[in-house]
């Protein structure tokens, strides 16, 4: 599938909640970037596998079967995939549900991707073979901000410095790749993950030197 590539900085305008009157998503988990105020992009469903990889070490060392659990995604790129000036302000998308009652980090939560040149890695936790439970690891999600918008969407705010953040230090993946994201959807809570899913995903084109160079900085003190 072709990657839509979008320049924020062609389609300049400063967004403000008061100013945005882009339509809702017609139906209900569709999200839409936010480009300005009268303009969006649409996120695609993009098809992911559930794996799980042994940890061999364990394994010889304990006699247990640790596994980690991760889906993957075909492609190094979303279909929607922002120009690098994205990481230069805040990125906001509206998201739908059946209606905005309930606060949104109830119902989805934002990842990061690990990218690799033909796929994509979602890692979900751990899965322990001897006791058959999973544990997921949150650590890693994104942090958003969010207000009602319309009759049944949420405006979310991704902040800038987390569009930054090299949660895993690794500064060569976002030089060779940038950043790939997906969005998934934790309502309604189930114990069991499903052999395959569906997950809207977006992404930024690779950061320009000095983006890298603020990225590193960002990371530097977050160690300290």
């Known amino acids: 599938m072709k990657t839509i590539l979008i320049s924020l900085l062609m389609l300049t305008?400063?967004?403000?909640?008061?100013?945005?009157?882009?339509?809702?998503?017609?139906?209900?988990?569709?999200?839409?970037?936010?480009?300005?105020?009268?303009?969006?992009?649409?996120?695609?469903?993009?098809?992911?596998?559930?794996?799980?990889?042994?940890?061999?070490?364990?394994?010889?060392?304990?006699?247990?079967?640790?596994?980690?659990?991760?889906?993957?995604?075909?492609?190094?790129k979303s279909p929607v995939t922002l120009s690098n000036d994205c990481y230069?302000?805040?990125?906001?998308?509206?998201?739908?549900?059946?209606?905005?009652?309930?606060?949104?980090k109830r119902l989805i939560q934002i990842f990061p991707l690990e990218i690799q040149k033909k796929r994509r890695i979602y890692n979900v936790g751990d899965y322990d073979v001897v006791s058959n439970t999973e544990t997921y690891g949150q650590e890693n999600c994104v942090k958003f901000t969010a207000e009602k918008y319309g009759a049944h969407s949420y405006l979310i705010t991704i902040p800038k410095?987390?569009?930054?953040?090299?949660?895993?230090?690794?500064?060569?993946?976002?030089?060779?790749?940038?950043?790939?994201?997906?969005?998934?959807?934790?309502?309604?809570?189930?114990?069991?993950?499903?052999?395959?899913?569906c997950f809207l995903t977006f992404g930024i084109e690779k950061p320009t030197l000095p983006q890298l160079n603020y990225m590193n900085t960002l990371h530097k003190r977050a160690q300290k």
């Open 13 to 76: 305008a400063t967004v403000a909640r008061a100013q945005i009157t882009i339509a809702e998503p017609k139906f209900e988990q569709e999200a839409t970037i936010v480009m300005n105020d009268t303009a969006g992009v649409e996120l695609q469903l993009e098809y992911a596998i559930q794996k799980r990889t042994e940890n061999v070490g364990t394994a010889i060392l304990f006699g247990e079967g640790n596994k980690s659990l991760y889906y993957e995604i075909s492609g190094a």
């Open 88 to 104: 230069e302000k805040d990125l906001q998308l509206i998201f739908s549900w059946s209606d905005n009652r309930l606060s949104p």
């Open 161 to 197: 410095s987390e569009l930054m953040a090299l949660r895993d230090g690794n500064l060569n993946e976002a030089k060779k790749f940038g950043k790939q994201y997906l969005i998934h959807i934790i309502a309604p809570a189930t114990n069991n993950t499903s052999a395959t899913e």
